[in-house]
């Protein structure tokens, strides 16, 4: 079945570095979505990339989707304590009889020390 | 609108019994999807129901079954409790329309297994 590898697991950095999260998946993808997950809290949606090489902006947040559709990133610049939580990567399958099906990747957990 | 409500928000088991978990989406949502999550093993995908229908489904034992009613309310039943199964289960909710497959995910019901 599809797979989606999310790396790092883990990522400290001292307020104000910058940050990526990389999520490579197994089979490609119609498209790719990204989540943040506060400590205590839920998922929250924080964008969806559908096009082969898009690449979308929010503030400091700056997400990529592969050429071949079958990886993405997340960039932050200049992180703030405020960007702590886990972030998780989503993908879709293309197509077939698990369209619908959203695999999630393990989440790379970002502590930013002030 | 309101966002999606899941009861009750925390519960506590023992091993043998069963449990039943509602979920109520954002109105107008017709999708709703199920995931259980653990530290150790991150956002897994239960099943997702549409119009009633049980539209995909994770690799989870049949003691995990769901159902969804014509309001699109939902349900999701564990049998014969095990300890493993002490998780976070997340309720998600989509509109299901084209390109709008973005999950809005409930507050999460915690369920302990003793």
């Known amino acids: 079945g599809q797979q989606v590898m999310q790396i790092p697991q883990y990522q400290h950095v001292q307020e104000g570095e910058d940050f990526t999260t990389y999520c490579n998946s197994s089979t490609t993808l119609s498209n790719i979505q990204w989540y943040k997950q506060r400590p205590g809290g839920h998922p929250v949606f924080l964008i969806q990339l559908v096009k082969s090489g898009e690449v979308k902006k929010q503030k400091r947040l700056t997400f990529q989707f592969g050429e071949a559709k079958k990886n993405s990133s997340l960039h932050i610049t200049a992180t703030q304590t405020t960007d702590v939580g886990t972030y998780f990567c989503a993908g879709m399958n293309a197509g077939g009889t698990s369209y619908g099906k959203l695999t999630f990747g393990q989440g790379t957990i970002l502590t930013v020390h002030p | 609108k309101a966002g999606v409500t899941q009861t009750p928000r925390y519960l506590i088991k023992t091993r043998g019994q069963q449990v039943t978990l509602s979920c109520s989406p954002i109105?107008?949502?017709?999708?709703v999807s199920w995931y259980q999550q653990t530290p150790g093993q991150g956002l897994q995908f239960l099943f997702e129901y549409f119009s009633e229908t049980q539209r995909n489904k994770g690799n989870f034992p049949g003691r995990f079954s769901g159902r969804q009613f014509s309001n699109s309310r939902s349900e999701m039943n564990v049998s014969t409790l095990e300890l493993g199964d002490s998780a976070l289960y997340l309720c998600?909710?989509?509109?299901?329309?084209?390109?709008?497959?973005?999950?809005?995910f409930g507050p999460g019901t915690r369920l302990t297994v003793l």
């Open positions: 998600a909710s989509s509109p299901r329309q084209r390109g709008g497959d973005t999950q809005y």
């Open positions: 109105s107008g949502h017709r999708s």
